[in-house]
Protein backbone atom coordinates (compact mmCIF):
# COMPACT_ATOMS: atom_id res chain seq x y z
CA UNK A 1 0.00 0.00 0.00
CA UNK A 2 1.19 3.28 -1.06
CA UNK A 3 -0.08 6.69 0.44
CA UNK A 4 -3.42 4.74 1.02
CA UNK A 5 -3.70 3.33 -2.44
CA UNK A 6 -3.45 -0.80 -2.46
CA UNK A 7 -0.09 -1.50 -4.39
CA UNK A 8 -2.03 -3.02 -7.45
CA UNK A 9 -4.24 -0.25 -8.03
CA UNK A 10 -1.37 2.36 -7.91
CA UNK A 11 -1.92 5.26 -10.43
CA UNK A 12 1.56 7.08 -10.34
CA UNK A 13 0.74 9.43 -7.30
CA UNK A 14 -2.40 10.16 -7.60
CA UNK A 15 -4.84 9.44 -4.50
CA UNK A 16 -7.50 7.55 -6.39
CA UNK A 17 -7.29 3.98 -7.18
CA UNK A 18 -7.80 2.56 -10.85
CA UNK A 19 -11.08 1.21 -10.39
CA UNK A 20 -12.36 4.02 -8.05
CA UNK A 21 -11.06 6.20 -10.78
CA UNK A 22 -13.17 4.34 -13.35
CA UNK A 23 -16.19 3.95 -11.34
CA UNK A 24 -16.44 7.52 -10.36
CA UNK A 25 -15.62 8.81 -13.96
CA UNK A 26 -18.65 6.47 -15.22
CA UNK A 27 -20.78 7.81 -12.32
CA UNK A 28 -19.90 11.63 -13.81
CA UNK A 29 -20.17 10.81 -17.53
CA UNK A 30 -23.72 9.28 -16.84
CA UNK A 31 -24.42 12.27 -14.46
CA UNK A 32 -23.46 14.75 -17.71
CA UNK A 33 -25.53 12.38 -20.09
CA UNK A 34 -28.91 13.34 -18.33
CA UNK A 35 -28.39 16.89 -17.95
CA UNK A 36 -30.46 17.81 -20.94
CA UNK A 37 -33.21 15.46 -19.47
CA UNK A 38 -33.45 15.99 -16.19
CA UNK A 39 -32.04 19.58 -14.74
CA UNK A 40 -34.00 18.85 -11.62
CA UNK A 41 -32.09 16.05 -10.38
CA UNK A 42 -29.80 16.72 -7.63
CA UNK A 43 -25.95 16.08 -8.31
CA UNK A 44 -23.36 13.53 -7.42
CA UNK A 45 -19.85 14.32 -5.74
CA UNK A 46 -17.26 12.98 -3.96
CA UNK A 47 -16.06 13.83 -0.69
CA UNK A 48 -13.81 12.86 2.11
CA UNK A 49 -14.47 13.50 6.13
CA UNK A 50 -12.70 16.57 6.85
CA UNK A 51 -11.89 15.13 10.58
CA UNK A 52 -12.27 11.86 11.94
CA UNK A 53 -12.75 11.20 15.79
CA UNK A 54 -13.66 7.59 17.59
CA UNK A 55 -17.10 7.25 15.09
CA UNK A 56 -17.74 10.35 14.28
CA UNK A 57 -17.08 12.06 10.59
CA UNK A 58 -17.57 15.50 9.91
CA UNK A 59 -18.29 17.14 6.68
CA UNK A 60 -19.11 20.57 5.28
CA UNK A 61 -22.99 21.23 4.63
CA UNK A 62 -23.55 21.29 1.37
CA UNK A 63 -24.18 24.55 0.00
CA UNK A 64 -27.35 23.22 -2.54
CA UNK A 65 -29.21 20.20 -3.09
CA UNK A 66 -27.74 17.24 -4.00
CA UNK A 67 -25.80 13.55 -3.29
CA UNK A 68 -22.07 13.31 -1.83
CA UNK A 69 -20.79 9.82 -1.70
CA UNK A 70 -17.78 9.09 1.01
CA UNK A 71 -16.64 5.98 0.11
CA UNK A 72 -13.83 5.11 2.78
CA UNK A 73 -16.19 5.80 5.56
CA UNK A 74 -18.80 4.36 3.20
CA UNK A 75 -21.40 7.62 4.07
CA UNK A 76 -23.91 9.50 1.47
CA UNK A 77 -24.82 12.58 2.03
CA UNK A 78 -27.80 13.86 0.66
CA UNK A 79 -28.90 17.52 0.57
CA UNK A 80 -33.05 17.49 -0.91
CA UNK A 81 -34.99 20.69 -0.53
CA UNK A 82 -34.18 21.64 3.10
CA UNK A 83 -33.02 18.64 4.74
CA UNK A 84 -29.57 16.82 5.27
CA UNK A 85 -29.37 13.57 5.29
CA UNK A 86 -26.60 10.85 5.92
CA UNK A 87 -26.90 7.06 5.13
CA UNK A 88 -25.22 4.49 4.57
CA UNK A 89 -23.84 3.46 1.56
CA UNK A 90 -25.17 -0.46 1.60
CA UNK A 91 -28.66 -1.05 0.71
CA UNK A 92 -30.44 -2.93 3.25
CA UNK A 93 -31.21 -5.83 1.10
CA UNK A 94 -27.98 -7.46 1.03
CA UNK A 95 -25.31 -4.69 1.74
CA UNK A 96 -24.53 -3.93 -1.69
CA UNK A 97 -23.36 -0.64 -2.42
CA UNK A 98 -26.28 1.71 -3.61
CA UNK A 99 -25.65 3.94 -6.61
CA UNK A 100 -27.36 7.40 -7.13
CA UNK A 101 -29.12 7.97 -10.50
CA UNK A 102 -29.39 11.94 -10.95
CA UNK A 103 -31.00 11.80 -13.13
CA UNK A 104 -33.80 9.74 -11.88
CA UNK A 105 -33.43 11.99 -8.55
CA UNK A 106 -33.10 8.43 -6.66
CA UNK A 107 -30.95 5.81 -5.43
CA UNK A 108 -30.83 1.82 -6.61
CA UNK A 109 -29.38 -1.40 -5.65
CA UNK A 110 -27.41 -2.47 -8.37
CA UNK A 111 -27.98 -5.94 -7.71
CA UNK A 112 -31.58 -6.68 -6.94
CA UNK A 113 -32.77 -3.15 -8.45
CA UNK A 114 -34.70 -2.09 -5.50
CA UNK A 115 -35.35 1.66 -5.58
CA UNK A 116 -35.04 4.62 -2.92
CA UNK A 117 -36.42 7.95 -3.04
CA UNK A 118 -33.45 10.90 -2.38
CA UNK A 119 -34.80 10.97 1.00
CA UNK A 120 -34.23 7.07 1.30
CA UNK A 121 -37.41 5.99 1.31
CA UNK A 122 -38.46 2.56 -0.29
CA UNK A 123 -39.97 2.94 -3.69
CA UNK A 124 -40.28 -0.74 -4.92
CA UNK A 125 -37.75 -4.01 -5.34
CA UNK A 126 -36.39 -6.48 -3.00
CA UNK A 127 -35.59 -4.52 -0.14
CA UNK A 128 -38.12 -4.44 2.77
CA UNK A 129 -37.41 -1.04 4.30
CA UNK A 130 -36.01 2.36 3.42
CA UNK A 131 -32.12 3.26 3.94
CA UNK A 132 -30.59 3.13 6.80
CA UNK A 133 -30.31 6.83 8.45
CA UNK A 134 -27.01 7.99 10.84
CA UNK A 135 -27.39 10.39 12.94
CA UNK A 136 -26.34 13.67 12.15
CA UNK A 137 -26.27 16.88 14.35
CA UNK A 138 -24.87 20.32 13.13
CA UNK A 139 -21.55 21.85 14.51
CA UNK A 140 -21.42 25.27 13.06
CA UNK A 141 -21.14 25.27 9.10
CA UNK A 142 -20.44 21.18 9.46
CA UNK A 143 -22.62 18.24 10.05
CA UNK A 144 -21.12 15.61 12.38
CA UNK A 145 -22.01 11.89 11.21
CA UNK A 146 -22.16 9.51 14.07
CA UNK A 147 -21.06 5.77 12.24
CA UNK A 148 -22.43 4.11 15.89
CA UNK A 149 -26.01 5.44 15.49
CA UNK A 150 -27.89 3.65 12.73
CA UNK A 151 -31.75 4.46 12.48
CA UNK A 152 -33.54 1.16 10.32
CA UNK A 153 -36.89 2.55 9.34
CA UNK A 154 -38.58 -1.12 10.39
CA UNK A 155 -36.87 -1.00 14.19
CA UNK A 156 -37.46 2.68 14.78
CA UNK A 157 -39.68 4.51 12.80
CA UNK A 158 -39.47 7.66 14.85
CA UNK A 159 -35.84 7.70 14.91
CA UNK A 160 -35.61 6.92 11.05
CA UNK A 161 -38.33 10.02 10.63
CA UNK A 162 -36.09 12.11 12.64
CA UNK A 163 -32.65 11.68 11.50
CA UNK A 164 -31.55 14.73 9.19
CA UNK A 165 -30.24 18.04 9.73
CA UNK A 166 -32.63 20.70 9.04
CA UNK A 167 -30.73 23.22 6.54
Known amino acids: MTDGVPSGEDCGGCDLGRRSFLLKGAVAA ?96 RATRSMDRFAVRRAGSTVVVNLDKVFEEDQDAPGWKGAFLPV
Open 30 to 125: AALAGLGTAAHALPVRWVRAIAERRQEVTYPIPAADGVSIDNDTEVILARNGHRLYAFMLSCPHQNTALKWFATDNRFQCPRHKSLYAADGTFIEG
